[in-house]
């Protein structure tokens, strides 16, 4: 089970910390994702980060803004968002894969947690 929270409302130019909590998953086993699905699109990979979190890959959109991190004791993985923009706007989901580098083909997914920024 993957449970995605720390979204909410926020100005343009504020920060937000996502945070995804894993259980049943051999956490260490899977490299962790996140993904985003703004109103009328598809769903766009966002950040991603290795198995021991030496690693991570982000989308364009993303890079020099969010920060992707683990903990593999607290089964968790945080996308720090900062100098958002109204466009950010969307539900943010987490999700595990087997592979990294990998923009598509997760195994597991979250619920969603809605982030929304204002102009």
């Known amino acids: 089970q993957l449970q995605a929270s720390g979204g909410g409302l926020v100005q343009a130019g504020g920060s937000l910390r996502l945070s995804c909590a894993v259980s049943?998953?051999?956490?260490?086993?899977?490299?962790m994702g996140w993904f985003r699905q703004a109103p009328g699109k598809e769903r766009e990979f966002v950040a991603s980060i290795s198995w021991s979190g030496g690693s991570a890959d982000f989308a364009d959109s993303a890079k020099g803004r969010f920060t992707i991190s683990r903990d593999n004791y607290k089964n968790t993985v945080d996308l720090q968002m900062n100098s958002l923009k109204p466009e950010d706007t969307a539900v943010y989901y987490c999700a595990a894969t087997g592979m990294f580098g990998a923009r598509s083909h997760y195994d597991y997914w979250g619920q969603g947690t809605q982030v929304t920024v204002s102009s």
């Open positions: 049943g998953l051999t956490f260490i086993s899977y490299c």
